[in-house]
């Protein structure tokens, strides 16, 4: 269903458009190193192929293409068409395969964390890569002094079908790829998001936003707030955090036998992150992170893609000496009564776009 | 009529040639490096209602696109000001990233030598002629004088300070080639050992070296810059350091594109031991 949306999507484009200019095209790659019991592990969370250019003067394309860690397909992970100067009264459009406008992390690639694994608790909701769905989003930004923009969208799935941990060595295995395809059947997904962005001062600025989610028997409502204080090139804080509440239909999730949940607990859950980044030179930043769940995760041996805590907290560091694209984060977290050190590369080829705040 | 800029610099010869009907601001602060801004949904709110967007162009504002998108603009007028200047240090041959950031179309630094102020006020000039046919008579008449202020101006820098024609320097980052052309400056080095690439200990190693063998006086930097680095190396030698404004805004003082070059040409003679006054 994705491919061949995708496909027309870009079909489209190729037929009715008449160019002889050539797109940018970068890679993004990595090498992970991983302490565990064995030993240091080594491992990649894969190359991102991205594939970036106008379509026309008034939409543009971004494709996006991922290969896992150990495994030999490639996985589109967006494809998408933006039209943003094309429409009247401030609407913007998106429509192919994407990562909705619901909450802040959801719409961030792993390369552009300052950390090096995503929050735990929102990757065991969101799918490893977050929820990248095929739909359509219509936007417009409101009337207001300040930035205000409503987002609403329907797409083909619901969140949740698509986990990838780092160093599994079970990814890609049959019974895996059979719970993406059935997850993949779900009905039709409604979502939206109504964010405000306000200038506190001249570097110091705040995001919040309210979204929503309904569909694929389950319901969501999420907030988002990032604060930004950036005084000059080099120096920067960060404070993002998400909180959000989930309530899932009982029947529905009794039939499903990857269930995170025990019955205990009601069917409404909380799920949260938050994280504090200082940038304090051109090279180096550090921070902390934490998340958590207020539902246990599930013990059994089946379920395998889910961690066992409620609360996960990391120290992070990033250096990039040369610059900015070329960066080695380090993670340091509690790991029952040891502690866990991570490190990884990142590099990237090609055209180092600016990224949206 | 509503104007945003990507440059502060772009931003005054706009009010020169625009006054009064013109309303313009810009995106970047001066004393900001240009070269990355964050791309904010405050920025696409300046510019959502404006009739003009003047960009630098030669991939220095590559930031100004997104901003542009984001403003959901239809009506937006998009004028790269760079398309008429004589750029200079336009690689030849294959560009990569082994070369660091460098702008395969040219150095984007233009707007720091007069001469090029005077051909972006003839865009801009053009443009608000354009869009505001009735004030065309005002505009051309502003730009007239824009021009001539520019040539008394540069006639009386050229004079002034003809005393640092020849003189050696050392850049941060290479910022200046197009002011250093028209005031005569010798650009020894850069600290950067290629353009946005951190200075590394072997290149300060190589600056210390060439300062003592060649009696370089001085690095000068942009703002944007810490100073530590500088300051590192003239511990060792005795070079001096000073800060130059890159636009307008970027030092005190420095509030509009005749003060830009009026205070950076001060700040160099002062440097050098040269008196001017």
């Known amino acids: ?357 | 009529m509503t104007v945003v800029t990507s440059t502060t610099d772009l931003a005054d010869i706009v009010k020169q040639v625009g006054g009064d009907r013109v309303m313009v601001t810009s995106i970047a602060r001066g004393n900001q490096d240009p070269h990355y801004v964050e791309i904010l949904p405050s920025y696409m709110m300046k510019v959502r209602k404006a009739d003009i967007y003047f960009m630098v162009g030669l991939e220095l504002d590559l930031w100004a696109q997104y901003i542009i998108d984001g403003s959901r603009n239809r009506k937006l007028e998009v004028v790269d000001c760079s398309v008429e200047i004589n750029k200079m240090e336009v690689p030849i041959g294959k560009v990569d990233a082994s070369m660091g950031d460098i702008h395969q179309f040219g150095n984007p630094h233009y707007w720091l030598d007069p001469e090029n102020g005077k051909l972006i006020a003839r865009i801009i000039t053009r443009k608000l002629s354009a869009l505001d046919v009735e004030g065309q008579e005002y505009y051309n008449n502003k730009l007239a004088d824009f021009e001539q202020r520019v040539d008394l101006a540069l006639e009386k820098w050229e004079s002034q300070f003809s005393n640092l024609v020849g003189k050696k320097i050392i850049f941060y980052h290479n910022s200046w080639p197009y002011f250093a052309a028209r005031f005569g400056l010798k650009t020894v080095d850069f600290l950067e050992p290629k353009p946005g690439i951190t200075p590394s200990p072997s290149k300060l190693n190589q600056i210390i070296q060439l300062i003592k063998s060649n009696d370089i006086e001085l690095i000068a930097s942009e703002t944007y810059f810490s100073d530590r680095v500088p300051k590192f190396i003239a511990t060792k030698t005795s070079v001096k350091t000073v800060m130059l404004a890159q636009s307008v805004g970027a030092l005190d003082g420095v509030v509009s594109y005749f003060d830009l070059f009026e205070t950076n040409l001060r700040i160099l003679s002062k440097a050098y031991g040269l008196e001017n006054d």
């Open chain 1, 1 to 357: 269903m994705d491919k061949q949306i995708v496909g027309g999507l870009l079909l489209t484009a190729f037929l009715f458009g008449q160019t002889t200019i050539n797109p940018d095209f970068s890679v993004i790659g990595d090498l992970i190193i991983d302490q565990s019991e064995d030993g240091i592990d080594l491992s990649s969370a894969g190359i991102e192929m991205v594939i970036q250019g106008y379509v026309n003067p008034f939409a543009r394309a971004d494709v996006y293409i991922h290969k896992h860690n150990d495994e030999s397909a490639l996985e589109l992970e967006e494809a998408v068409i933006t039209i943003e100067r094309g429409l009247p009264l401030g609407l913007g459009l998106r429509a192919g395969k994407f990562r909705p406008d619901i909450g802040k992390i959801n719409k961030d690639h792993a390369h552009l964390f300052p950390f090096i694994q995503a929050p735990k608790s929102m990757a065991n909701i969101l799918g490893e890569e977050f929820w990248s769905p095929t739909g359509l989003e219509g936007s417009i930004l409101l009337p207001l002094p300040w930035y205000t923009k409503l987002s609403i969208g329907y797409f083909d799935e619901g969140f949740g079908g698509h986990k990838h941990m780092l160093n599994d060595k079970s990814n890609g295995d049959d019974d895996y790829q059979g719970k993406d395809e059935e997850e993949g059947l779900s009905n039709g997904v409604l979502s939206g998001r109504w964010s405000h962005f306000i200038d506190l001062n001249d570097v110091t600025h705040l995001e919040v936003g309210a979204s929503g989610y309904s569909g694929d028997e389950k319901s969501l409502l999420w907030a988002d707030l990032k604060f930004k204080w950036r005084p000059d090139k080099y120096r920067s804080l960060t404070i993002q955090g998400e909180v959000f509440q989930l309530n899932e239909n009982r029947e529905a999730h009794e039939n499903d036998l990857n269930s995170q949940y025990d019955e205990e607990n009601d069917k409404v859950k909380i799920i949260g992150y938050t994280f504090i980044n200082y940038q304090f030179n051109k090279a180096w930043n550090m921070g902390l992170i934490g998340d958590f769940s207020t539902f246990d995760i599930s013990d059994d041996e089946e379920d395998k893609y889910v961690d066992k805590s409620n609360y996960n907290f990391a120290l992070f560091f990033g250096y990039s000496p040369v610059e900015e694209s070329s960066v080695l984060r380090i993670r340091i977290a509690p790991d029952g009564n040891d502690i866990n050190l991570m490190a990884q590369l990142i590099w990237s080829l090609g055209p180092h776009k600016p990224h949206r705040y």
